[in-house]
């Protein structure tokens, strides 16, 4: 059985980068990589049911070794990494017995991953930890999430002592740029309910997400001369910067915290012609979330009286918050909990401040709860996953599996 660490380590140096701009599913021909061979290795284990579609969405089936029917229940991770950062020539490395002083992953070009800034590694003092060499990622978001699947399915498949009922696993692209489940088929998934295995340090389970929206602002101006400009030109860089300023300013992603919703502006881009800028609206509560879109429409208006009709706006709907789905059917969140509990490790359970596979999985008929999957400093070159953490992960799915087949419901 091949080692966790070497598993993560084989996926992790996998360039699987996500593109927000290509139309096609996946996103980027590099992603097919992994996902081949996701399909292969899940064949070679002897599971059934093995395949991969046209959009490389990956699934398999651990069977039922019960003689009475129980719930199927699935695992599901996205082997795409984020755009934000560059995942080509991932080189990770470990570090045994984590001593908990400043790590020197790049000394050449002077990068450190100091535990004075981030505190959380002191949580893993005596651990093994795998980490990048400053120039990439990791991609333990969610390679991480990919390593404790297969880890745990073997582990099963080596224990039928283990009494379980069907188990459904599937791996997925384009998650990072919103697209993780467009075209994940649910139907042929043809599970009671799931989880994703997306999530950071141990012991967090969550069931909240972020309602997610996207808006678009474009302002059209008049360029005229500046010397003769009076009562002519129209500066589209100034509405738009006038549009920015109206926006509370508290109301960001570095001053919230919790269930505190915000507006975040991520592009601007102009001339004087026509200047645009892109925002995300989040919140996860679903009346503030309305009036958080309905307010930037009032702006616009405010601002088109002002001025006269220079600006327009466009509002779409990207995810919303799965608890609405996930607590009708509460019970496979207090399983995991329990699971949780039975293994020492204390859960989290708190708000996810983003969203997941599992929240558009969710309003696809498919009740689907998010798990750590134990890496820190997702989506940067500080990424960092501890080993420990990966092994409790793997655990924690396979005493899920032990737990339904025992509860039979």
């Given at each position: 059985?091949e080692?966790?660490?070497?598993?993560?380590?084989?996926?992790?140096?996998?360039?699987?980068?996500?593109?927000?701009?290509?139309?096609?599913?996946?996103?980027?021909?590099?992603q097919?990589?992994?996902?081949?061979?996701?399909?292969e290795?899940?064949?070679?284990?002897g599971l059934?049911?093995?395949?991969?579609?046209?959009?490389?969405?990956?699934?398999?089936?651990?069977?039922?070794?019960?003689a009475?029917?129980?719930?199927?229940?699935?695992f599901?991770?996205?082997?795409?990494?984020?755009?934000?950062?560059s995942?080509?020539?991932?080189k990770?490395?470990?570090?045994?017995?984590?001593?908990?002083?400043?790590?020197?992953l790049?000394?050449?070009k002077?990068?450190?991953?100091?535990?004075?800034y981030?505190?959380?590694?002191?949580?893993?003092?005596?651990?093994?930890?795998?980490?990048?060499?400053?120039?990439?990622l990791?991609g333990?978001?969610?390679?991480?999430?990919?390593t404790?699947?297969?880890?745990?399915?073997?582990?099963?498949?080596?224990?039928?002592?283990?009494?379980?009922?069907?188990?459904?696993?599937?791996?997925?692209?384009?998650?990072?740029?919103?697209?993780?489940?467009h075209?994940f088929?649910?139907e042929?998934?043809?599970?009671d309910?799931?989880?994703?295995?997306?999530?950071s340090?141990?012991g967090?389970?969550?069931?909240?997400?972020?309602?997610?929206?996207?808006?678009?602002?474009?302002?059209?101006?008049?360029?005229?001369?500046?010397?003769?400009?009076?009562?002519?030109?129209?500066?589209?860089?100034?509405?738009?910067?006038?549009?920015?300023?109206?926006?509370p300013?508290?109301?960001?992603?570095?001053?919230?915290?919790?269930?505190?919703?915000?507006?975040?502006i991520h592009?601007?881009k102009?001339?004087i012609e026509?200047a645009?800028?892109?925002?995300?609206?989040?919140?996860h509560?679903?009346?503030?979330?309305?009036?958080?879109?309905?307010?930037?429409?009032?702006?616009?208006?405010?601002?088109?009286?002002?001025?006269?009709?220079?600006?327009?706006?466009?509002?779409k709907?990207?995810?919303?918050?799965m608890?609405?789905m996930?607590?009708?059917?509460?019970?496979?969140?207090?399983i995991?909990?329990?699971?949780?509990?039975?293994?020492?490790i204390?859960?989290?359970?708190?708000?996810?401040?983003?969203?997941?596979?599992g929240s558009?999985?969710s309003?696809?008929?498919?009740?689907?709860?998010?798990?750590?999957?134990g890496?820190?400093n997702?989506h940067?070159?500080y990424?960092?996953?501890p080993?420990q953490?990966?092994?409790?992960?793997?655990?924690?799915i396979?005493?899920?599996?032990?737990?339904?087949g025992?509860k039979?419901?």
């Amino acid at each position: 059985m091949e080692s966790q660490i070497d598993r993560f380590i084989r996926y992790a140096s996998i360039d699987t980068q996500s593109d927000p701009n290509s139309d096609t599913t996946p996103s980027t021909e590099k992603q097919w990589v992994l996902a081949r061979m996701l399909f292969e290795e899940l064949s070679a284990m002897g599971l059934e049911e093995v395949s991969i579609d046209d959009h490389g969405y990956v699934m398999a089936t651990l069977p039922s070794n019960l003689a009475i029917k129980v719930p199927t229940i699935g695992f599901i991770s996205h082997y795409d990494t984020t755009p934000d950062f560059s995942g080509t020539n991932v080189k990770p490395r470990l570090i045994k017995n984590y001593d908990g002083k400043d790590i020197v992953l790049n000394k050449a070009k002077d990068i450190i991953l100091s535990s004075a800034y981030f505190e959380d590694l002191l949580h893993y003092q005596g651990q093994d930890i795998i980490v990048t060499d400053g120039t990439t990622l990791l991609g333990a978001d969610d390679k991480a999430g990919i390593t404790e699947i297969m880890s745990a399915l073997e582990y099963l498949l080596e224990h039928p002592e283990i009494k379980h009922g069907t188990i459904r696993v599937g791996f997925t692209p384009d998650e990072e740029i919103g697209r993780g489940a467009h075209k994940f088929d649910v139907e042929k998934f043809n599970c009671d309910w799931a989880y994703t295995m997306d999530g950071s340090q141990v012991g967090e389970l969550e069931y909240e997400n972020f309602n997610a929206a996207g808006a678009k602002i474009t302002a059209v101006g008049k360029s005229v001369h500046p010397g003769y400009a009076k009562g002519k030109m129209v500066n589209a860089i100034l509405l738009v910067s006038e549009f920015m300023n109206l926006l509370p300013t508290e109301e960001v992603p570095q001053n919230t915290e919790e269930r505190e919703g915000f507006y975040h502006i991520h592009h601007i881009k102009g001339e004087i012609e026509k200047a645009e800028l892109e925002l995300i609206i989040r919140d996860h509560d679903k009346n503030l979330f309305e009036k958080r879109k309905a307010f930037l429409g009032e702006l616009i208006e405010k601002l088109n009286t002002k001025h006269g009709d220079y600006l327009s706006i466009e509002i779409k709907d990207q995810y919303f918050n799965m608890s609405e789905m996930v607590k009708p059917v509460f019970h496979i969140v207090e399983i995991a909990k329990e699971a949780m509990e039975s293994l020492g490790i204390s859960p989290i359970i708190k708000p996810i401040r983003g969203g997941t596979d599992g929240s558009q999985l969710s309003f696809m008929d498919l009740p689907c709860p998010n798990i750590f999957a134990g890496g820190h400093n997702f989506h940067g070159k500080y990424e960092y996953l501890p080993v420990q953490s990966m092994e409790k992960a793997t655990q924690v799915i396979v005493k899920i599996c032990e737990l339904v087949g025992a509860k039979g419901a």
